[in-house]
């Protein structure tokens, strides 16, 4: 499958500088690089300048591209020794009997099974401490009106009082006059 990609990979690189280079030719035929049509000495040793700038940066591309792909290549070539070297490992770990294999599964088997029992504790544990919650803000709620309440009624109860008290005064006056 690399293969593959690799040629079709130098399939494209080959096809893109010929289009690429029959686009600026045809830009350079068509004589829209000059005003009266014609093209001039100067206009042709400039795009002649241009493509083989144009050319030699597609080389250089073509050369770095290439330096990549052998890294590339090196390093799968790494990569499937190391993957190769990991299952060799693998497999001598897997050939290690555990002499407590069994007992280490019951308690794992016991560990599943008090797991499965929390989860259902620790939402109904989670429900009830937000209805705590909700509950207490209430309280907190009635208590903060009831505190307003007792004060609203310490403040009628002495203004009260002080009108009783100079309807009183007010009373006794009048009586001493009376007299």
């Not at 029959?22 to 206009?43: A, C, R």
Request: glycine share 4%; charged share 35%; with cysteine.
């Amino acid at each position: 499958m690399m293969q593959t990609w690799d040629q079709q990979q130098q399939q494209q690189n080959q096809q893109q500088p010929q289009q690429q280079q029959g686009t600026l030719q045809g830009i350079l035929s068509s004589g829209s690089l000059s005003f009266n049509g014609s093209m001039t000495k100067e206009d042709e040793e400039m795009s002649k300048s241009a493509l083989t700038t144009f050319r030699a940066k597609e080389e250089e591309i073509e050369k770095k591209k290439l330096e990549i792909r052998e890294k590339v290549q090196a390093q799968l070539g790494r990569v499937e020794e190391e993957t190769k070297r990991l299952a060799a490992i693998r497999l001598e770990l897997e050939a290690l009997a555990d002499p407590m294999r069994k007992e280490v599964a019951a308690v794992r088997k016991k560990i599943d099974t008090v797991n499965r029992e929390l989860k259902p504790l620790g939402q109904s544990c989670q429900k009830k401490e937000k209805e705590y919650k909700e509950a207490l803000e209430a309280f907190n709620e009635k208590n903060k009106e009831k505190v307003q309440l007792i004060g609203k009624l310490m403040e009628l109860v002495s203004e009260s009082e002080r009108l009783r008290m100079k309807k009183l005064e007010e009373l006794s006056k009048n009586i001493d006059s009376i007299h």
